[in-house]
């Protein structure tokens, strides 16, 4: 059994040892003690029964915790006599609802997006607290931190607390954004959550962000050159793109736009799709992409839409209409002077373009996209030299 | 999360608010409860989830560059008061720049003689973090 198998396990585990009577933070503690112990012996003497070891290694491992404590006999009978309180929702499994309880909780709106992102990670994901420090870059003891206050916030929320499937996308929408840096590959392991809710949901929206995800993760070997450079969009070579993921995309794209219930990822995932569609960059349905701009506008009060907005007006109607949607848009919005920069290049004005992208570089938030600007800059002085 | 460098100059920087003897002037129990209240800070912030790393630095430091072909590199410095001269660094991961600036305010606050806090400056500088996949 792999890893991934090993790690679809967990949240169902840790939902069987709260419906037997356990405390959430005690219960997700004892599952990744058992997580780790499979980790560290299944690879040489691997179960019959994989979901059945690690719940039978979890519930002692709760008892243990609770034993150490001093109320320890209250407790056990307690806990041995309480019957499983069942799950609330029709037509669901148990495990199905415990599962779905448990995104609500790890996603719950009183933690902070960081404490969310790691609490998800580790309680639904079924990381071990080093694989997320490791891919956050951050210590071990500071992530085991975290994590422990991210449940010690949650602790009075009622484990069934009726929850906002939004605040779980958001999560999973901040994961995949991580990108790569860690041994575990945070993309494919929101991919993989967002499969699993939308498997156990009916909501348009979740649909909405596995296509944006997946349409996204479909042009990964192409976003950078061999050397780590980013590619723009414009320039990547499109026999690169991943074609099945592009057309599973879309193809859930489609289902869930079908259903004429209209979200942001919903149509996020569109203009992407609208990307993927095109062979060429010249090819690209601007006019379209700008429609979903303005659809997205509606839906959120985002500027960064607003700024991405302009680059499309700009596509599509020539530089100097993007540069007066640009007009519409705060400058205070990253990105806003690389847009200016490109807009002003398409326009013309080559030398202002090339301080612009100087500016750009220099507000950069990271290394590839302050070298990519450089190297905009680099371009535009050397046009002027010659 | 974003992770910021809290610098601390030995020299450079804006004018010190007090003027301060020098550390190895003050007393054996406020040189220890200086430090002791570093190692405290330093605990807090790994409870809250923040802490990444932080490092004490040597005020002794030579410039070094590359000598040119087949010669040895070329050496420069120690370098006179004036120069900006830094004594170590805290790296924490915090949710928002605002956060980095609270936490840089009371990281200044460490005591002092007499117990008082030493109102040192510190630069905050961003880490570049990593582009983000999801872009237009």
């Not at chain 1, 349905?285 to 701009?293: A, K, L």
């Not at chain 1, 807009?343 to 004005?349: F, H, Q, T, W």
Request: with cysteine.
């Amino acid at each position: 059994m792999n890893e991934t198998l090993l790690r679809e396990l967990i949240p169902a585990v840790t939902g069987v040892l709260v419906r037997r009577g356990a405390d959430f933070a005690t219960a997700e503690d004892a599952v990744q003690d058992a997580l780790l112990r499979a980790l560290a012996t299944w690879p040489t003497d691997p179960p019959a029964d994989p979901k059945g070891w690690l719940i039978t290694a979890a519930w002692r491992k709760f008892l243990d915790a609770t034993r150490a404590e001093n109320s320890r006999l209250a407790r056990e009978v307690r806990v041995a006599a309480e019957p499983p309180p069942g799950p609330a929702e029709a037509g669901l499994t148990d495990d199905t609802a415990d599962t779905l309880h448990l995104y609500f909780l790890c996603a719950h709106p009183a933690l902070t997006p960081a404490s969310a992102v790691a609490l998800t990670l580790r309680a639904v994901g079924g990381l071990t607290t080093r694989q997320i420090a490791d891919a956050y870059l951050v210590p071990e003891t500071t992530m085991a931190q975290r994590i422990s206050r991210a449940k010690r916030t949650v602790a009075g929320v009622r484990f069934d607390e009726p929850g906002d499937l939004a605040t779980v996308l958001r999560v999973l929408y901040l994961v995949f954004n991580q990108g790569y840096s860690g041994e575990v590959d945070l993309a494919d392991e929101a991919i993989r959550l967002a499969r699993h809710v939308r498997s156990i949901t009916a909501d348009e929206e979740v649909s909405g962000l596995l296509a944006l995800m997946l349409l996204h993760h479909a042009r990964r070997a192409a976003r950078t050159a061999p050397d780590g450079t980013l590619v723009p969009l414009a320039e990547q070579d499109r026999a690169r793109w991943d074609t099945d993921l592009i057309t599973e995309g879309v193809a859930i794209l489609q289902a869930a736009l079908a259903r004429d219930r209209l979200g942001e990822y919903q149509a996020q995932a569109a203009i992407a799709a609208l990307h993927a569609d095109a062979q060429t960059v010249d090819e690209t349905d601007w006019v379209q992409i700008v429609e979903w701009y303005d659809e997205l506008d509606r839906l959120t009060d985002n500027p960064v839409v607003r700024l991405n907005r302009a680059v499309a007006v700009g596509e599509a109607d020539g530089p100097q209409a993007g540069l007066a949607a640009l007009k519409q848009v705060d400058p205070a919005v990253p990105r806003y002077l690389a847009v200016e920069a490109y807009l002003r290049e398409r326009a013309g004005d080559l030398a202002f373009a090339a301080r612009r992208y100087g500016d750009a570089a220099r507000a950069a938030t990271n290394l590839a996209e302050r070298d990519h600007l450089t190297r905009q800059a680099a371009r535009l002085y050397g046009v002027a030299r010659d | 999360m974003a992770k910021y460098l809290l610098l601390k100059h030995y020299r450079g920087g804006p004018a010190p608010v007090l003027d301060i003897d020098p550390m190895d002037h003050w007393a054996p129990a406020e040189v220890d409860a200086h430090i002791q209240w570093m190692r405290d800070f330093a605990t807090r912030l790994t409870e809250t989830g923040e802490f990444v790393n932080h490092q004490a630095l040597s005020p002794e430091g030579t410039f070094v560059r590359y000598g040119g072909e087949g010669r040895p590199p070329v050496t420069d410095g120690p370098f006179a008061e004036t120069k900006d001269l830094i004594a170590g660094w805290l790296i924490i991961d915090v949710e928002n720049y605002e956060r980095a600036i609270e936490v840089a305010g009371a990281y200044s606050a460490a005591p002092g003689p007499g117990g008082k806090p030493i109102y040192e400056w510190l630069e905050v500088r961003p880490f570049y973090g990593s582009p983000p996949t999801i872009a237009e």
